[in-house]
């Protein structure tokens, strides 16, 4: 019957699989390193920015590992968060080939069709081949 990767009871057969299952040992390691890389990106990261808020609450790394330090830049700017811009064309491999060549990103259309607009690339409704 379901046979899609949404079908809960295949979600739940593969969760049973990487907790208990023949996929544990790989789902621990790979969580394992995932770890490692984040411990080592904070040790190596911004450690001045980071300061505890009070004195009174703040506890040493070994006893509290699940703190989180906060960059005390984002606090201070008054501006909303920066973010990326979705606006604006996006170009594809494709346009910045032709830019890197010199030519036009998207060639201009020079073809009418018989109302006299320009004619479309494709036929709409049609198959691309002949069956």
Not at 46 to 61: N, S
Not at 73 to 80: D, E, G, L
């Given at each position: 019957?379901?046979?899609?990767?949404?079908s809960k009871v295949k979600r739940s057969f593969?969760?049973?699989?990487?907790?208990?299952?023949?996929?544990?040992?790989?789902?621990?390691?790979?969580?394992?390193?995932?770890?490692?890389?984040?411990?080592?990106?904070?040790?190596?990261?911004?450690?001045?920015?980071?300061?505890?808020?009070?004195?009174?609450?703040?506890?040493?790394?070994?006893?509290?590992?699940?703190t989180m330090e906060l960059d005390d830049s984002?606090?201070?700017?008054?501006?909303?968060?920066?973010?990326?811009?979705?606006?604006?064309?996006?170009?594809?491999?494709?346009?910045?080939?032709?830019?890197?060549?010199?030519?036009?990103?998207?060639?201009?259309?020079?073809?009418?069709?018989?109302?006299?607009?320009?004619?479309?690339?494709?036929?709409?409704?049609?198959?691309?081949?002949?069956?």
């Amino acid at each position: 019957m379901a046979k899609s990767t949404r079908s809960k009871v295949k979600r739940s057969f593969r969760a049973k699989k990487r907790d208990e299952g023949v996929y544990a040992a790989t789902e621990a390691a790979r969580l394992q390193r995932l770890n490692s890389k984040l411990m080592a990106k904070i040790d190596h990261g911004d450690e001045e920015l980071a300061e505890p808020v009070d004195d009174d609450t703040a506890q040493d790394d070994s006893t509290a590992p699940d703190t989180m330090e906060l960059d005390d830049s984002a606090k201070s700017s008054t501006t909303k968060p920066s973010h990326v811009s979705t606006h604006g064309a996006r170009n594809s491999r494709r346009e910045e080939w032709r830019k890197s060549k010199g030519m036009t990103p998207v060639p201009k259309v020079t073809r009418m069709n018989r109302q006299g607009l320009p004619a479309a690339r494709r036929r709409s409704g049609r198959p691309s081949r002949r069956r």
